[in-house]
């Protein structure tokens, strides 16, 4: 309870000080460039000040501390790339020339490389089939809602979940896992699903495409709502069937926002990290390259200098993706 009671108590400063400083800073602003006294023209070149200065006040606390925990770590991390494990002694691209020498390394981009060429496109395929379904069906909401839940749960509870799902007890004992169970009662023989080799990674990608096909299904849908109906009434009338109307007329005309969907998942894709560690920890060639980076970083005494490293190779790896997703949606927005 005393944690609650913190939490509350911090929570309440917060929004107090936020109100505070809006307050405080429109007073002040009234107060520097006054708009009751004095002639026409210095009142209005006072309310044009004001305007001009106004967004600033409030957008100043945000870019702070977007440039301080956003920003700044990004040149930190660099820097501290080219420095020994303790960040003190400058060993330039010596870190770099052993990541791409360490078999770890190699296997974890190979892994990656995996999770980008499945769930990205999984999670897309599935969301956009059942967005194209449920628009067609009269408790398509009811079944959005329940496919959209998984976006609600954290990794890590997504994770816990899934254990339950893969779990695997001795032969002979009374099978937990809800996959075991199933394997079992068809006669086959439980297996430890997540230490098979190269299957237990695909096992791992099902619990993401899980949660991400409910973010693809809510975009999609509405991208197909989008469509005129005109469109398809005369697709229709020229004798085009149901998949053909599917394939070459709704696709070409949502296919900017398949591909910001496609994008927005490989951008968490390069970045996946709490599902690794909550099932395997990386164990049995499972390793990707974020949670390589937390091993180096804050495990086995800590290698500071190894761990920024791989944490720039992962945000120069998201970064042409996330330029070319955001362009992709801003011409989006200029289309409309």
């Known amino acids: 309870m005393e944690q609650l009671y913190y939490s509350l108590l911090v929570v309440v400063l917060g929004v107090s000080a936020c109100i505070f400083y809006f307050i405080a800073s429109n007073w002040l602003l009234v107060m520097i460039f006054p708009v009751g006294r004095g002639s026409n023209e210095q009142v209005a070149k006072n309310i044009r000040t004001a305007a001009a200065i106004r967004p600033w006040i409030f957008l100043g606390p945000a870019l702070f501390f977007l440039g301080l925990y956003l920003v700044y770590p990004v040149f930190d991390s660099i820097a501290l790339s080219l420095y020994d494990r303790n960040g003190e002694t400058f060993v330039g691209l010596a870190n770099y020339q052993w990541l791409f020498q360490d078999n770890e390394f190699r296997q974890s981009l190979l892994n990656n490389l995996l999770w980008l060429l499945i769930v990205p496109a999984m999670s897309t395929f599935f969301g956009l089939i059942i967005a194209a379904l449920t628009d067609r069906i009269g408790w398509g909401n009811i079944a959005k809602s329940l496919i959209f839940m998984p976006m609600a749960i954290s990794f890590i509870g997504a994770s816990i979940i899934w254990k339950f799902v893969y779990d695997y007890r001795a032969e002979g004992s009374d099978q937990i896992g809800v996959l075991n169970a199933v394997v079992e009662y068809f006669g086959g023989s439980p ?97 990707v390259l974020a949670n390589m980076m937390f091993d180096w970083m804050f495990r086995g005494g800590g290698d500071f200098g190894r761990g920024a490293a791989i944490a720039v190779i992962i945000m120069f790896a998201v970064l042409p993706v996330m330029v070319w997703n955001i362009k992709q949606a801003n011409t989006q927005m200029e289309g409309r």
Request: net charge negative; glycine share 6%; proline share 2%.
């Open 191 to 287: 297996q430890a699903w997540v230490t098979v080799p190269f299957w237990n990674n695909i096992f791992l990608m099902v619990i993401l495409i899980w949660i991400q096909t409910g973010f693809a299904m809510v975009i999609l849908s509405a991208a197909l709502r989008g469509i005129s109906e005109e469109t398809v009434e005369a697709a229709v009338l020229d004798g085009a069937n149901g998949l053909q109307i599917f394939f070459k007329i709704l696709i070409p005309q949502i296919w900017g926002t398949i591909a910001v969907v496609w994008t927005t998942i490989t951008i968490l894709v390069l970045k996946v990290f709490d599902i690794v560690l909550a099932m395997t920890n990386g164990q049995w060639s499972t390793q």
